[in-house]
């Protein structure tokens, strides 16, 4: 399910596993999956607001944001991400 890119770039195939992915490399699971649980109510104006603000967030996170896009633009894909970083958050492993 996943490929190797570069040498330094690990990069998956799943666009919910490559979020949960860099959501966690940045230590912010948990307050990521308050925030999604939070903004429940708000979600369809979510995906509006990601379509306005879509020059600020290719310039912040490059070419990337398409895939983070679709994932939070469905309501599945964000189920999916929640249920994604909680596993991710029971992983055993190093704290950083």
């Known amino acids: ?11 998956f195939e799943d666009p919910v596993e490559s979020l949960a992915r ?4 940045y230590g912010m699971t948990g307050p990521a999956m308050m925030f999604l649980e939070a903004s429940r109510p708000y979600r369809a104006l979510g995906s509006q ?5 879509d ?8 070419s990337g944001s398409d895939a983070m896009q679709r994932v939070l633009s469905d309501e599945g894909g964000i189920e999916r991400l ?5 596993e991710i958050d029971e992983e055993p492993g190093y704290d950083a």
Do not use: C, D, H, K
């Open 49 to 53: 607001a990601m379509v306005f603000f």
């Open 55 to 62: 020059p600020v967030l290719r310039t912040i996170f490059g």
């Open 1 to 11: 399910m996943s490929e190797y890119g570069s040498a330094n770039e690990l990069t």
């Open 82 to 86: 929640i249920e994604r970083l909680e």
């Open 22 to 25: 860099e959501i966690q490399l």
